[in-house]
């Protein structure tokens, strides 16, 4: 099965104001890295999230970004994107 190419990228909105609370350099930079993911999403610092079937996490600086793949559907869920401090984990 070929994994690169052709996925379709959904956000949810409540990203969209994550992403309305960092730096516009940041904001732009973690909107390239998501955009990216309709490429492929199995490339990048990325780790499956144990305990969780389809989420995955990908690392972009100090910055988190949590999907879910479906495979069979080619669809990405991008759900939750923060920033990691000493307090996150």
């Known amino acids: 099965m070929n994994l690169s190419g052709n996925w379709q990228v959904r956000i949810r909105e409540i990203v969209y104001k994550q992403l309305a609370r960092f730096p516009v350099k940041d904001r732009e930079r973690l909107l390239r890295a998501i955009d ?3 490429a492929n999403p199995f ?3 990325i780790q499956k999230m144990g305990g969780e079937e389809n989420v995955w996490r990908r ?3 100090s910055y988190r970004i949590r ?3 479906y495979v069979q559907e080619r669809v990405i869920y991008v759900f939750f994107v ?3 401090t000493s307090k996150t984990y």
């Open 36 to 38: 990216g993911l309709s």
């Open 43 to 45: 490339i990048g610092d």
């Open 59 to 61: 690392r972009i600086g």
């Open 67 to 69: 999907y879910e793949i």
């Open 82 to 84: 923060e920033r990691r």
